[in-house]
Structures are given as C-alpha cells and as structure tokens.
C-alpha cells in the first residue's frame, strides 16, 4: 500500500495520524568525540517506541526535514527551530534534549516533549548512569518518555527493559558511525564490527542484510536478515526482504513462511503478491490465487496484479478468466507484451509448454515495503 493510496483512502486534508519526532540530543560534554551519542539517543528512542505502537518518523525523513530548512544536522537547534522542524513534519510530539559528561565516565540525558498540537513544552526529565550502560540509559530515556506521553499499555519499567538486551558500547558507537558515514565502504566496516562486537546486536544486521539485498548478493543478505530479532523494529521489514533472497535463491517454502510472517502483522498488497509469488513457484495454485486477489482488492489500478492472477489461472488452464485478467492488466498497460502474448495463448485455449523459458516462472514480484504508510493508515482510522 503505498503513500499515495492512503490519501487517497483518507483525502489528502484528513490524514493526520498522531506521530512523534525524535532529535538527535545536543551533545554538552564539551567532546566532539562523543557526538555520535546525540544521534544513538535519537535512533534508540525510534527503534524502542516502534514496538510499542508508537508512530515514530525515520531517520529519512528527519534529515529531509533539515535538507528543506537548511539545518545543518548534528547542530543544536533554538527552540523556534525545533518547532518549526516539527511542523514541516507533520509531527504531533517531538522529543529532543541534552547530554553531558558530570564526572569521568558518567553520563547524564535530560530530555523534553514539546507538544505541537497545544503548542506546550513538558518538564525536563533525566536518566544518569555510567557511560558503559549507554544502552540501558537509552532504554529508561524511552520508557520515561512513554510514561511522559502517558501512552495506553505502558509496560512495567522492568518488563520493558527485560524485553531490550542492554548492548555493548562499543557496539553501539560503531553501529551509528556507520549511520553517520559518508560512503557505503565505511558503512560496511561500521555496521560489520557493530556485529562482530555483539552478536544479538540486531540493528547493524539489518542495514548489512539490505545492503547485499541491494548488490543482488541474496546469499550473504539472507544471513544477515536471519539475526535480525524478533522484538527489534525491522523485524518485520526484514522478513520481508529475507523473503525475497529466498525467493531469487530458489527457496520457495522459506519464502513462503517470511510472507506469511509478514502480511499476518501487515497485510500489505506487496506482501500478498510475493507470496502468491512463492507459493505459484511451490505448485499451490489455488493459494496462490487467493494471495494474488487479496493483493488486486488492495489496489486493482496496478496492472502486475492482474497479470499475476491471470498468470496462475492460465498456468492451471482455466483460461476464461486468465482471458479477463490480462485483459486488466493491458488496459492498464497497454505497452505489456509479455501479458499480449499471454492473452492470445488464453484465446487459444494453449496452455505451458513444459521447458519453456517464456511460460515458466513469469510472477511479477514486489520490492517496495510500506510498513510506515500502513501504521499510519491504521492508527488514523484508530484500529
């Protein structure tokens, strides 16, 4: 489902879901060393919020935000910037603060909530501890910020941190120098040692995992995707595109099972297709065909969804209605051969030569993943 259709679902006025905008923190130590702190508060609090139902704006859209004002990122905004950056969002709460070093080794992060919908700033409230228990620090800034929200289903403080190993710093440190770096190269180097330091260290798996996702190389990206854990925020998007490595590497049942994961906790059209996709691969026409429909109910404009659908028909040689469906899809596309070439064979009633490398595995897979415009979709309609 894409951002384009839920506004269209809602009217481009009416979609104003309730959603929060973490900052990177303002770094008072008086160490440029420790910069990277500011912009790990800002990634922890997003990655901890997400799994809580929370509607937090990515980094993306953050650094689009500064792009648009011309904020320099990493710098410490007045309060009328700040506001002004949570307006251009369409933030409802933005979170932001400070960090300072009040002794060796010690840290300390005092934070605030400036409400944009009343136009009021929330008390300041802190988190100390030793700098090594940066990670633990972070998990208490989130829940006192939940708390702060006065957010429905808050966890117990104990059971929110037993569901958040604490991290290793060094870990941490390395994971957003890699955020921060400038090219792929040193990402890699980041994001690899962030992993090798701490194994159940999810978040640097994951930007590996969508890394070699990228270069096509399916093998090492589904290795990666595999460590990504169930509780962490990309859990789910992570599934997604594990799906699709085992889809290009012939794992059609693997594929099939990160699918079904996903659209049972987001049941986007993409996720429908793929995994019609996989299971049209596995010989399971009648569910592919039922993955296939549920995708074109969520979108009957897109025409790879009709050729889909009248793909599996025309495989299992009920051409009546693989005649209708490529029909669809060349109205919408008029300019799709392959779909042309299909319809003619369904008017013949000529169904798969077997070897045939222009009837055999012709699923139309999706890449796009839209978690964040579903969320939203959802919470706007309050479900």
Sequence with gaps: MSRFLIFLALGWSTLHAETLLALPFFNHSGS?????????IAETLRDAMTPEGVL?????DRLEGYRQLSLRSGAELTHASVLKLGESLDASQVVYGSYDTPSKGTLRIAARILDL?????????????PLDDLAILEYRLTWDVLRQMHWKALPSLEQFMQARPPVRLDAVESYIR?????????????????????????????????????????????????????????????QFFLGLSRYNMANFSGAEECFQTVAAAVPLNEVFD?????????????????????ALDGDTNDPDYHFNVGY???????FEG???????????????????????????????????????ARERLKTNYEEAAYRQLQAELGK
């Design 117 to 129: 919908k009343e136009t009021t700033q929330g008390p300041e409230f802190s988190e100390s501890g």
């Design 56 to 60: 937090v704006l990515d980094r993306t």
């Design 274 to 294: 793929d995994l019609g996709a996989a299971q049209s691969r596995l010989n399971q026409t009648g569910a592919a065909v039922v993955s296939f429909r549920k």
């Design 32 to 40: 440029p060393n420790m910069d990277w702190i500011g912009e790990s």
């Design 312 to 318: 599996c028909l025309w495989r299992s040689n009920q």
């Design 322 to 360: 693989a005649v209708e469906s490529f029909r669809a899809a060349l109205e919408r596309n008029p300019a799709d051969l392959e779909a042309s070439t299909l319809l003619g064979r369904a008017l013949k009633r000529e169904g798969p030569r077997p070897g045939d490398p222009k009837s055999e």
């Design 178 to 238: 890699g955020l921060l770096a400038a090219s792929p190269d040193q990402r890699h180097l980041f994001f690899t040692r962030a992993a090798r330091l701490d194994p159940h260290y999810s978040q640097p798996c994951f930007q590996l995992g969508k890394s070699f996702w990228n270069r096509k190389d399916y093998k090492i990206a589904a290795g990666w995707l595999e460590r990504v854990a169930r509780g962490d925020s990309h859990y789910l998007e992570a």
